[in-house]
């Protein structure tokens, strides 16, 4: 199959005595759609924090397309191609949706070798990314004027202006309804088609199920299963995190 | 408009705008007030782009102000350079102070970083109190030359010089909020996790804001030895500065360059009238009131009084 997009060794993180992370590994091939999963305070969001870049990690190394990541601060990660949205939206809230749009365009995009963008062209492409999240008409809106799911949208659109290879959706769907969270999945569906390696991190077992190829699942800050969904959640390891003995 | 167009339309105002008063005013005290309240624009502008377009407040704007003046003593004392080389000196100097104070504080945040620079200010002002050359506490006199270059009146020309300043600071502040820099100092104030995930090198961008403002504070505050004749630590590091940078853009509006020039000319007008008409040390407390009531009347400035009615109109119905 595909090369190998980004490869976690060793990865450690605790917060004073807290073993946040412990001795993770993990590969995850390009083109691939690989859900997360582990209950609350397993350590799935410090891990998107950690490869983000939000985060110091204590112990390992973070490889992601043949460069090492260690050490490098957030922005220069997403420059490279490793975009990430956040679990509680974070707009740009004195700016309009449009604008929140042109940040990552202007910063990211516009700084990748071979692609300078014109003024017309990041307008072009922010018009695309709108309309692939159904936000059209809420292009001069404020994000205060945002109903939840329009905010996740933005999130969503923000993390793609980046033009990254692998995004992090960290809990795009909590919260949503039925319908909400089908255009979410459908949405980052047609992004992985286009050739956008996705980790999906997520509550909802509706979703991750019909989205992943692959799943892993993280427990106290371990990884204990990675594989075929269907393996995974039937994994008595697993089961016992979630249900108890 | 485009920001080359907007630099030549302030060009255009500041000159119709000095040609107008000179013709007009035949009182050199419209000068003198003039000059102190066109400080105050590039003060509260330059103010504005640390802590209104990037979300840093900054309670140090006299210790950056008087590294300007202090300069300028001692080139004064030294070689006695034009006015427009103290300026450029000066703001070089505390651009860099600015960007020394960077490096170390804006790992903080919020009040951290703001009781920071106000140490800054407060380390600058015991150096230069137990510096000699500069005159220690005692303060120094400075021996303005008998006629001004160009105009032939020094009050006139210092009004000049400041005026071109204020020009200068408003032009460079509305072309940092049309440019990338300006979006990035916006991502910056409202969401600095959310900035570095979408790609802005955000301790660069502040960086550059810190200098920026602490370099036009500094040129604001090189012509001041020549201004005043003598100058002493307590009156190059007087709070008010401080104050009123801070008051002037909160009561204007911080979203955009109009708030800080609105503040600026509105609260300094007012106390320069109130020094003549009323009493020189109302200043403060003139400021402490009309703060309250920008802050029930219009929380969002001056400048956020017409704003919603007009993004009501522009919204679809």
């Known amino acids: 199959m ?5 490869q976690v060794r060793g990865l450690a993180k605790h917060f004073g005595g807290f073993v946040a992370l412990d001795d993770i590994e993990l590969d995850i091939k390009e083109g691939e759609r690989v859900g997360l999963i582990g209950p609350n305070g397993s350590g799935k969001s410090t891990l998107v924090n950690c490869l983000s870049g939000a985060l110091k990690h204590d112990s390992g190394s973070v490889r992601f397309d043949g460069m090492p990541l260690d050490g490098l601060p957030a922005y220069q990660r997403t420059r490279l191609g490793l975009a990430r949205s956040f679990q509680l939206p974070k707009p740009f809230r004195s700016l309009t949706v449009v604008q929140n749009l042109h940040v990552p365009l202007l910063f990211t ?33 404020r994000p205060r004027d945002l109903t939840q799911i329009e905010m996740r949208k933005l999130e969503l659109a923000r993390a793609m202006a980046a033009a990254p290879k692998l995004l992090i959706a960290d809990e795009v769907m909590a919260g949503l309804s039925h319908s909400e969270i089908d255009d979410i999945l459908a949405l980052l569906v047609k992004l992985n088609q286009s050739g956008v390696t996705v980790i999906l991190i997520e509550h909802i077992m509706r979703a991750v199920m019909s989205f992943s190829q692959r799943l892993v699942c993280l427990v106290a800050g371990k990884k204990i299963a990675d594989g075929k969904p269907q393996e995974v959640v039937l994994n008595p390891d697993v089961e016992r995190a979630y249900l108890g003995e | 408009m485009k920001n080359s167009t907007f630099c030549l339309v302030t060009a255009i105002v500041v000159i119709v705008f000095f040609g107008a008063a000179m013709l007009a005013v035949t009182n050199d005290y419209f000068f003198f007030a003039g000059y102190v309240v066109l400080q105050y624009i590039v003060l509260a502008t330059a103010w504005n782009i640390l802590g209104g377009y990037t979300g840093y407040i900054n309670f140090g704007t006299a210790g950056f102000f008087a590294i300007g003046a202090y300069a300028a003593v001692v080139l004064h004392k030294l070689w006695g350079p034009p006015i427009p080389v103290l300026i450029l000196v000066g703001g070089v100097l505390s651009g860099l102070v600015g960007l020394g104070m960077g490096m170390l504080t804006l790992r903080l945040r919020g009040v951290f970083f703001a009781i920071g620079t106000l140490a800054l200010a407060i380390v600058v002002q015991t150096f230069v109190t137990n510096w000699d050359f500069v005159g220690g506490s005692r303060g120094v006199y400075i021996i303005r030359p008998a006629t001004a270059p160009l105009l032939g009146n020094y009050i006139h020309y210092l009004f000049l010089v400041m005026l071109v300043l204020a020009g200068f600071s408003i032009a460079l502040a509305r072309c940092i909020e049309h440019s990338t820099l300006g979006f990035g100092l916006a991502a910056v104030r ?18 550059i804001s810190t200098a920026l403002s602490g370099a036009l504070m500094g040129m604001a505050g090189a012509p001041l030895p020549y201004y005043v004749t003598y100058l002493d630590p307590t009156s190059g590091f007087n709070l008010a500065y401080a104050v009123n940078s801070i008051a002037m853009p909160l009561i204007g509006g911080m979203t955009s360059w109009v708030g800080p020039l609105l503040g600026a000319i509105f609260l300094g007008t007012i106390q320069q009238t109130a020094t003549v008409t009323i009493s020189s040390s109302l200043n403060l407390l003139i400021v402490g009131v009309l703060l309250v009531l920008a802050v029930v009347i219009a929380p969002d400035g001056i400048i956020g009084l017409w704003r919603p009615r007009r993004r009501r109109a522009q919204e679809p119905l």
């Open chain 2, 190 to 207: 409202d969401d600095e996790l959310a900035a570095e995930a979408a790609g802005v090198p955000t301790l660069k961008l502040k960086l």
């Open chain 1, 2 to 6: 595909s090369e190998t997009l980004l």
């Open chain 1, 109 to 141: 995009a516009k700084h990748r070798a071979g692609a300078h963008l014109t003024s017309a062209q990041i307008d072009a492409r922010c018009e695309e990314l709108l309309h692939v999240v159904a936000l059209e008409g809420k292009a001069q809106a």
